[in-house]
């Protein structure tokens, strides 16, 4: 299956950073090239994700969408993403 022209079997996944301070939490992806691809999850709470540069592919729920960083996206309780580095 391909997902924004990369082929989603095989695909690098990015690499993870955990931090937290107080009660928030923050998961830091680095997507070291294009075609490295965070396969779809949801969750059971809204959350931003923050692009700080670069250009990435999201699909939610079946939409396709393009976002050039700096950007934030909020990304709904209980709706499927994948995030692909472009």
């Known amino acids: 299956m391909k997902v924004f022209d990369y082929e989603l079997g ?19 992806m680095y997507f070291p090239k294009a075609g490295t691809i965070e396969r779809g999850h949801s969750h059971t ?3 931003v994700t923050f692009l700080e540069r670069g250009k ?6 079946g939409r396709e969408s393009v976002h050039t960083g700096p950007k934030m996206l909020k990304i709904v309780a209980g709706e499927e993403h994948t995030l692909v580095a472009l």
């Open 10 to 28: 095989g695909a690098p996944s990015p690499e993870i950073r955990m931090n937290s301070g107080g009660n928030v939490f923050i998961r830091r």
């Open 45 to 47: 709470y809204d959350h």
């Open 56 to 61: 990435l592919g999201i699909i939610v729920a």
